[in-house]
């Protein structure tokens, strides 16, 4: 089975930028692969999902703040935070169609 690593959390003020990496241990290139968050108290919703063919489709309340892509040749997708706020701050996963998920990282938006 498929293994995901997340990279790219941490602490970040509101307004700051962080990019997020997710390296998986196999060829991704025909897989459907997708970015969901947690925020506490919440429940887990999809932030971007991104097609084999590189089409990305975003959470209504990304309102072009992210941007996702994937780099087939190194098995890593991305996302790209700006403009981030404090209802960001949740437990980012990676997930690779049909089943796998990495086992999450925490972004925190604060002063």
């Known amino acids: 089975q498929v293994q995901l690593v997340e990279s790219g959390g941490g602490v970040v003020q509101p307004g700051g930028s962080l990019r997020l990496s997710c390296a998986a241990s196999?060829?991704?290139?025909?897989?459907?692969m997708a970015w969901y968050r947690q925020a506490p108290g919440k429940q887990r919703e999809r932030v971007a999902g991104i097609w084999p063919d590189g089409l990305v489709d975003y959470g209504d309340f990304v309102k072009g703040r992210f941007s996702s892509s994937r780099d087939n040749a190194k098995n890593t997708i991305y996302l790209q935070m700006n403009n981030l706020n404090s209802e960001d701050t949740a437990v980012y996963f990676c997930?690779?169609?049909?089943?796998?998920w990495g086992q999450g990282i925490r972004v925190t938006v604060s002063l």
């Open positions: 196999s060829d991704i290139s025909r897989y459907y």
């Open positions: 997930y690779h169609a049909p089943r796998t």
